[in-house]
């Protein structure tokens, strides 16, 4: 079974950057979809970011403009990269990928936008 590892979360400031990284413990050239979701304390867990093995994206509206995702087959990462945070942007922040039928999810990594 693959695993998803996050990192790059943290602390930072209304304005500030922050680029988030999920690394899969196995190539990711087989998996149809790569994302990352995002989950506020007592919200449900929203949609952050997807991109397909074809490499077409789709973003939530809350993030347009400010996020990126990337593949990067060879590290078998995807990473966000997330500009202008928000307070609203703090979460905690899950990298998933689809692998045939079933959903693999990381541990999740904390963000905090501090106003």
């Known amino acids: 079974q693959a695993q998803l590892v996050e990192s790059g979360g943290g602390s930072v400031q209304t304005g500030g950057s922050l680029r988030l990284s999920c690394r899969a413990s196995r190539s990711i050239f087989s998996f149809k979809v790569m994302g990352w979701y995002r989950q506020a304390p007592g919200s449900e867990r929203e949609l952050v970011a997807t991109m397909t093995a074809g490499g077409f994206t789709n973003y939530a509206d809350s993030v347009k403009g400010r996020a990126t995702i990337s593949k990067d087959m060879a590290k078998n990462t995807v990473d966000l990269q997330m500009s202008s945070l928000k307070p609203e942007d703090s979460g905690t922040y899950y990298c998933?990928?689809?692998?045939?039928?079933?959903?693999?999810w990381g541990q999740g990594t904390l963000v905090t936008v501090s106003s």
């Open positions: 998933t990928a689809a692998l045939g039928g079933s959903a693999l």
